[in-house]
């Protein structure tokens, strides 16, 4: 059974810094890509950052490059998000994903950008990050 669980999330000021982590099982470990994403009240799912399994090769959106680091332990099978300099815009609840859609996998493949759209085969549960100003 496919399972992705993310840790407990938080509140933090901006500023300040909080790290997301996500158990997978192994299917989901191994898939070909596995990524972070992000839903604000009333907004759309965003992809927030992505890693590649095969090269480990990570990708992220402008609005958090430099700010979050998103990385994967290979022998906990566990995705990490280290995300500094919050700021209030980033409050969202976030989601790990792994295996993009067979139909998507060749476009994401050549082009990083490919891996932020929420064409991933698999969700967690999702956890609340809050940052106040």
């Known amino acids: 059974q496919v399972q992705l669980v993310e840790s407990r999330g938080g509140s933090v000021e901006a500023g300040g810094s909080l790290r997301l982590s996500c158990a997978a099982s192994d299917e989901a470990f191994s898939s070909n890509c596995m990524a972070w994403f992000r839903q604000a009240p009333g907004k759309q799912r965003e992809g927030v950052a992505a890693i590649y399994t095969a090269d480990g090769a990570s990708y992220y959106d402008d609005s958090v490059k430099g700010r979050f680091t998103i990385s994967r332990d290979n022998a906990k099978n566990i995705l990490y998000l280290q995300m500094n300099n919050l700021k209030p815009e980033d409050s969202a609840m976030y989601y790990c994903?792994?295996?993009?859609?067979?139909?998507?996998?060749?476009?994401?493949?050549?082009?990083?950008?490919?891996?932020?759209?929420?064409?991933?085969?698999?969700w967690g549960q999702g956890t609340q990050v809050t940052v106040s100003s």
């Open positions: 994903a792994a295996e993009i859609r067979g139909g998507n996998w060749p476009a994401a493949a050549e082009n990083p950008r490919v891996a932020l759209r929420p064409k991933y085969n698999y």
